[in-house]
């Protein structure tokens, strides 16, 4: 189960493991970690998992599909390494993956 790390928009990191085929937002909503809140539960509608890919983990994350940059764009504050979390599927590659979470998901 790798081991996922979430650093917040003031710095403080947590940590989860979370099961390959599971989600980035979920492993963050299954162990209460703020700053995700997932609310649409991951059927990308509502942009409220958004966060940054850390830039060392981009090639193992893949990219966005066209949908997924439309809700980025809407997010308060979109990057270039943008996603919305609950479209990352870890995998056995993703031991360690790091996401920023935004200063607001609003
Ligand atoms: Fe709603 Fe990701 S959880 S778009």
Not at 25 to 35: F, K, Q, T
Not at 47 to 66: M, N, P
Not at 86 to 100: A, F, N, R, S, Y
Request: net charge negative; hydrophobic share 35%; with cysteine.
């Amino acid at each position: 189960m790798p081991l996922i790390f979430y650093v917040s928009d003031d710095g403080n990191m947590y940590e989860a493991d979370v099961p390959i085929g599971n989600s980035v937002m979920n492993g963050a909503v299954e162990n209460m970690i703020d700053g995700i809140l997932g609310e649409c539960g991951g059927v990308m509608s509502c942009a409220t998992c958004h966060c940054y890919v850390d830039e060392k983990w981009l090639d193992k994350t893949g990219t966005a599909s066209d949908t997924e940059l439309e809700m980025i764009e809407a997010t308060s504050d979109p990057r270039p390494n943008s996603r919305l979390s609950c479209q990352i599927k870890v995998t056995e590659e993703m031991e360690g993956l790091t996401v920023h979470l935004p200063q607001s998901q609003y």
